[in-house]
C-alpha cells in the first residue's frame, strides 16, 4: 500500500473524505493501527501522560520522543508517521525548531511534525515547511500551555477568542500547514474553521464537521486507568479485559493449574530412562 501523503490531505478535504488519525507510541500499536486503515498515526507527546506516567505533556524531551517514534515508523507502512514536537523543542528560536523538527525525519523515520501555536508561530511553521519538513498545526486547547490557559478547558467559547481561533487557522495554513488539529473547540467555530480555511482541519472535541478526527488510542480503547475527557468515546474496555487476564493468570499459578501439558515440554522416553537410571 502506498503512503499517505499530504497531497492526499488536500484531496481529501476537496472529496470530503474524512481523515482519520489516531495516536501510538510502540511497535504492536503502530503496526495494528496501520492495518486498521488509519490514515495518520500521531506519536503525540501525551505519551508523557499516557505511557510514561508524567503529570502532563510539558517534562517529555526529544530523545523520548525520537525513541517512540522510531518504534512507531519501523511498524507502519500506510499511514502518515507525524512527530510531535515536544515543550521547548520550537519555542526557543526558528533555528533550534527547524533542527529539531528534522531530526524526527532524519533520525525517526517520521514523514511531518506537529507543533502547539496559533499566529506566534507561524514564522516557525513557515522555516520548518520551508526546511522540507511537512508541519501539522495545532490551536484551541494546547496542552503544553496549560499554565497560561489556566486548565484544560475548551476554547474559544466568547466571540473574540473564536475570532482569534480563526484567525490563527488561517495564519497557519498560509504559513504552509498541510493541516490543522482543532482541541476542545465549540463545534460551531470549528465548523467555521473547517468551511473557510483551504487546509484540512482534524478535530478532537470540536464537533463532526471537521475534515478528520483525531483520539488518543488508549482512550479509545479503554486502555488507559487515569482521566478521559468527555470527547474520548470509549469504543471499548480494555482495563476490564486486562484485568480478568491478569487475575486469571493469578490464580491459576496459586492452584497449579498453569502451566498444563499443552503449555509444557518432554523428555523422549527412552531419554528419560536413562535420565533416571
Ligand atoms: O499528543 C497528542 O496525543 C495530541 C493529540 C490529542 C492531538 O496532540
Ligand atoms: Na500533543
Redesign the pocket.
Known sequence: KERVTTADFRRWKEEKRPVT?L?AYDFPTARLVDEAGIDAI?V????GN?ILGYPS?LPVTMEEMLHHTRAVARAVSRAMVIG?MPFLSYQASREEAVRNAGRFLKEAGAQAV?L?GGREFAATVKAIVTSGIPVMG?IGLT?QYVHQLGGYRVQGRQAAAAQRLVEDAFSLAEAGAFAI?L?CVPAEVARYITENVPVPT?G?GAGVDCDGQ???THDLLGLYGGFAPKFAKRYANLVDEVMRALAAFREEVQRRQFPGPEHSFTMPPEELAQFYA
Open positions: 488519525m495516536t500521531l503525540g507527546d501525551s505519551v499516557v505533556t510531535d506537529k502547539e495545532h496542552p488539529v482541541e482534524i478532537i483525531v483520539l488518543v
